[in-house]
C-alpha cells in the first residue's frame, strides 16, 4: 500500500473524525441497550404483577407498594443504565485507546497522536510525530466501528427487550379484557376483580365485613355460578388470634337459581377472624368476621293497673320467667337494651292470635334510642310475650327474650270451716256453733249459713216446710271487702235451730256460703264450705247415744290403767328374778316410762272427749248444772289433770339413770290410784246412767200401753157405733 502523506492538521482531523465516530456509536449502544434493559425488565415485572395480582388479588395498599416498587426499580434502572453512562465524559484519548485495543495496526500512533498532536511536547521531534499522525491517518480508513462494540450481545438483549414490550402489547390486543383490569386493579388502584372461570360469591358480607353476636354459630354460604365452571371442592381458611386454618365446605344441595352452594358452619365465634376462600381458580379475599356484644335486656318494667274492682291503682310486677297479674288488668311493658337500636318488637301471642305490643323504627337523622314501650291492653287470658331487638350494628338478641303473663282469675273465697260441739245428730232446738276462717284473694262481700231440710222416708211433720228449702242466716261479721275473716272458738257464729220448727226422725244439711265482689264477668264468686249432714233426734235419743259414747271412752279408759298396771307390775317383779349384772331392770324402767307417756297422751284425748260431750249437751239444750259437773268436774277435769301433770312425771322419772326401782313403783302406785278413783267415778255414774236408761224404758212402756189402750177404746167405740 502507498503511504500517502498528509499535513499534520489534516491527520489530526481524519482521526478526530474517527473518533467522533465512535463517540456516536458508543451513545447509541448505550442508548439500545438501557431501552432494551428497560423493556425487558418492564415487560418481566408487568408480567409479574399480572400474575401476583391473579393469583392474590391483594388490598389495593399492597398492589400500591408493588407498583412504587417496579416504578421505582425501571428508574433506578434508566438511571444506571442511561443517564450516568450518557453523562459520563469520552475524551479523545480514552477512545483512542479503545479503537487500538481493536484494531492492533495502529501500534499505539493513535494514541500517541492524539496525546501529542494538538499540544507537542518541548522535547518531542516535529518529524517524528508527523510521521507517527500519518501512520495513524493511513490506517484510519481500516477501522470497523462496529467490531469495538458487543453487538451481537446487545442485539440479542434489545431482540429480549422488544420481545418482553411485544407479549405486553399481544396481551393489550388478544386479551383487552385482562389488560383493561390489569390497568384497573394496577395502575388505577381499583378493586375490580380478575375474570375468572370460577366465579364464587359470599353471602351476608358488607364491605368484605360480617358482624357477629359473641357466641353466635355463623353459617358461610358461597355460592358458585353453574354458568361457568364450579369446583369440585371449596375450602375456608379462617385466621384468629392463631395461624391461618383450612376447612373444607361442604356442597349444600343442587343448582339452584343458576348456583351452586357450599357452606360451612362456624361453631360459637367468641373472637375477631379473618376469611379467605378458595374454589377452583377463584379467590374471595379480604373477608372478616367481627364478633360484637349482642343487644340485651338491660331493665324491664312491666306495670299493671289493677281493675276498678280492685281498687285501681298502678303496680309494677318484678320481672320473671312467669309474670301473674290480677285477670282484668291493664298490662304495659317497657324494655331498656344494653344498646343502641336500629328495630325492636314486643309480640304478645295468646289464643288469639298474634298482636304488636310495641314496636320502635331508627329514623334517619335521628339519634337511635335504646327502649322501647307499649301497652298490652287488657289481661283476660295467658299472654306469652317476645322481645326482639337489633341494634345498630345490624345484630339481633340469639332468642327472644321471653316470659309468660298470666291472667290469675279471682278465686272464689275459701272456707275453713266446722262445726263446734256437734257430731251427727242434733235437737230440734239445738243451736250450731260455727268456727273457723273464711278468706279471699281480694275481698268478701257476704256471707251466710245455709240450713237445708232433707228428704228422709220416714219424715214427720206435715205442717213444716217441705225437704228441699233452705234456711239462710246471714253472717254480719263477713263483708266488707275484708279478705279474712277468723271466727274464733269463744266467738262462735252461731245457728239456733227452734225457730225452723224440725221434727225429729228428719235430716238437715248445714253448709255456708260466702261471694266475694268480682266485677268481671260472669260476676262475683260464691263458694260453699263441706256440707254437714244431720240427723234431728229427740232428746232422750241424743242422750242415749252421748251415753254410748260415755261407755266406749270408759273402756278405753280402762285399757289405759290396765296397760300401765302392767308395766308398773313388770319393775315392782324384775329385782327377784334378774340375775346380778342383767340390764332387765333397767328395761322394765324403760318400758314402764313408755306406758306411762301413752297413757299421758290418750288420758288427755279421753278428757277433751268428755269436754266436747259437755259441749254437745250445751248446744243441744240438754246441759243440766249435775252434768256439767259430772262430766267436767268429777270426769274431764281429773283426767287433765293427770294427763298433765302425775304421768309426765312419772315418765320423767323413769328416765333417770340413777332412779330407783322401789321409788318408781311407788310413784306408780299413787297415779294408778288417782286413775282408778277416777275409774271408779265413770263406773258409778254409769250405773246412775243405766238407771236413768231403766226408767225411761218403764216411761217408754207406759206410753204404748196408754197409746195402745186408746187404740183399743177408739176401735170398741167404732165397733158399738156400727152395730145394729
Not at 340485651?296 to 299493671?304: K, Q, W
Not at 265413770?682 to 216411761?699: A, D, F, P, Q, T
Amino acid at each position: 500500500m502507498a503511504t500517502v502523506s498528509h499535513s499534520p492538521s489534516d491527520g489530526l482531523a481524519i482521526l478526530r473524525g474517527l473518533l467522533a465516530t465512535v463517540r456516536r456509536a458508543a451513545r447509541r449502544w448505550v442508548w439500545i441497550e438501557a431501552l432494551a434493559w428497560v423493556g425487558l425488565c418492564g415487560g418481566a415485572v408487568f408480567w409479574a404483577l399480572l400474575a401476583f395480582d391473579w393469583a392474590v388479588e391483594p388490598p389495593p395498599a399492597v398492589r400500591g407498594i408493588l407498583l412504587v416498587a417496579a416504578l421505582a426499580g425501571l428508574a433506578w434502572l434508566l438511571w444506571s443504565k442511561l443517564a450516568v453512562r450518557l453523562a459520563a465524559p469520552l475524551d479523545d484519548g480514552q477512545l483512542a485507546m479503545i479503537v487500538e485495543r481493536g484494531h492492533p495496526a495502529f501500534r499505539d500512533s493513535l494514541a500517541t497522536a492524539i496525546d501529542l498532536g494538538p499540544r507537542p511536547h518541548p522535547e518531542c521531534d516535529p518529524l517524528l510525530l508527523g510521521r507517527t499522525i500519518d501512520e495513524a491517518a493511513a490506517v484510519a480508513p481500516q477501522v470497523d466501528v462496529a467490531r469495538l462494540f458487543r453487538g451481537g450481545s446487545i442485539r440479542a438483549l434489545a431482540l429480549a427487550g422488544v420481545a418482553a414490550t411485544a407479549t405486553i402489547a399481544g396481551l393489550a390486543v388478544a386479551r383487552p379484557a385482562v389488560a383493561d383490569v390489569f390497568v384497573r386493579r394496577v395502575l388505577l388502584l381499583r378493586d375490580d376483580p380478575w375474570p375468572r372461570r370460577t366465579q364464587l360469591a359470599v353471602e351476608g358480607f358488607t364491605d368484605g365485613v360480617l358482624k357477629v353476636a359473641r357466641g353466635a354459630d355463623v353459617d358461610i354460604v358461597v355460592r358458585a355460578d353453574a354458568t361457568r365452571a364450579v369446583p369440585r371442592v371449596v375450602d375456608l381458611r379462617t385466621r384468629g388470634a392463631g395461624r391461618w386454618q383450612t376447612e373444607r365446605m361442604g356442597m349444600r344441595g343442587g343448582v339452584a337459581d343458576g348456583t351452586q352452594a357450599f357452606g360451612h358452619m362456624l361453631r360459637g365465634v367468641t373472637e375477631n377472624l379473618d376469611l379467605e376462600i378458595r374454589g377452583g381458580d377463584a379467590r374471595i379475599r379480604g373477608l372478616a368476621i367481627r364478633v360484637l356484644d349482642a343487644p340485651a335486656v338491660a331493665d324491664l318494667r312491666i306495670t299493671y293497673t289493677l281493675p276498678e274492682y280492685l281498687g285501681g291503682g298502678r303496680r309494677e310486677a318484678p320481672p320473671a320467667r312467669l309474670v301473674q297479674v290480677p285477670r282484668g288488668s291493664r298490662l304495659e311493658i317497657a324494655a331498656t337494651s344494653t344498646k343502641p337500636l336500629r328495630t325492636a318488637r314486643i309480640v304478645a301471642t295468646s289464643t288469639a292470635g298474634e298482636r304488636q305490643v310495641a314496636a320502635l323504627e331508627a329514623s334517619a337523622g335521628n339519634a337511635p334510642a335504646s327502649t322501647v314501650a307499649g301497652d298490652a291492653g287488657v289481661i283476660d287470658e295467658d299472654l306469652a310475650v317476645a322481645i326482639t331487638l337489633e341494634d345498630t350494628d345490624g345484630l339481633g338478641n340469639r332468642e327472644p327474650i321471653g316470659f309468660l303473663v298470666t291472667a290469675v282469675p279471682d278465686a272464689a273465697p275459701t272456707l275453713a270451716l266446722r262445726l263446734r260441739g256437734i257430731s251427727t245428730a242434733v235437737t230440734p232446738r239445738a243451736r250450731l256453733p260455727v268456727v273457723g276462717a273464711i278468706s279471699d284473694d281480694h275481698g268478701l262481700v257476704a256471707g251466710a249459713v245455709v240450713v237445708e231440710r232433707v228428704a228422709t222416708a220416714d219424715a214427720q211433720a206435715a205442717a213444716a216446710p217441705p225437704p228441699g228449702a233452705a234456711t239462710e242466716f246471714p253472717i254480719a261479721r263477713v263483708g266488707g271487702g275484708a279478705a279474712l275473716v277468723d271466727i274464733p272458738a269463744e266467738n262462735a257464729e252461731t245457728v239456733a235451730l227452734e225457730p225452723l220448727g224440725l221434727s225429729t226422725g228428719g235430716r238437715i244439711a248445714v253448709a255456708v256460703r260466702a261471694t266475694d265482689g268480682c266485677g268481671l264477668p260472669p260476676g262475683p264468686n260464691t263458694a260453699t264450705s263441706d256440707v254437714w249432714t244431720l240427723a234431728v233426734v229427740s232428746a232422750d235419743e241424743l242422750m242415749a247415744m252421748l251415753e254410748a259414747r260415755e261407755i266406749l271412752l270408759r273402756r278405753r279408759f280402762e285399757s289405759v290403767v290396765a296397760d300401765l298396771a302392767q308395766a308398773r307390775d313388770r319393775v315392782a317383779a324384775e329385782p327377784a328374778v334378774a340375775a346380778p349384772g342383767d340390764d332387765e331392770e333397767g328395761f322394765a324402767v324403760g318400758r314402764l316410762g313408755e306406758s306411762a307417756a301413752r297413757a299421758a297422751g290418750e288420758t288427755g284425748e279421753i278428757a277433751a272427749a268428755f269436754r266436747d260431750i259437755r259441749l254437745e249437751l250445751d248446744n243441744n239444750a240438754l246441759l243440766t248444772p249435775e252434768l256439767e259437773s259430772r262430766l267436767v268436774a268429777r270426769i274431764a277435769d281429773p283426767l287433765a289433770a293427770v294427763a298433765a301433770t302425775d304421768l309426765p312425771a312419772l315418765a320423767a322419772a323413769c328416765r333417770e339413770r340413777d332412779a330407783a326401782p322401789a321409788a318408781i313403783v311407788e310413784r306408780a302406785d299413787a297415779v294408778l290410784a288417782r286413775l282408778r278413783a277416777i275409774l271408779d267415778t265413770m263406773i258409778e255414774l254409769e250405773s246412775y246412767n243405766e238407771v236413768l236408761e231403766l226408767l225411761r224404758g218403764v216411761i217408754k212402756t207406759q206410753e204404748e200401753i196408754r197409746a195402745e189402750t186408746l187404740e183399743w177404746q177408739k176401735r170398741r167405740a167404732r165397733e158399738a157405733l156400727e152395730r145394729p
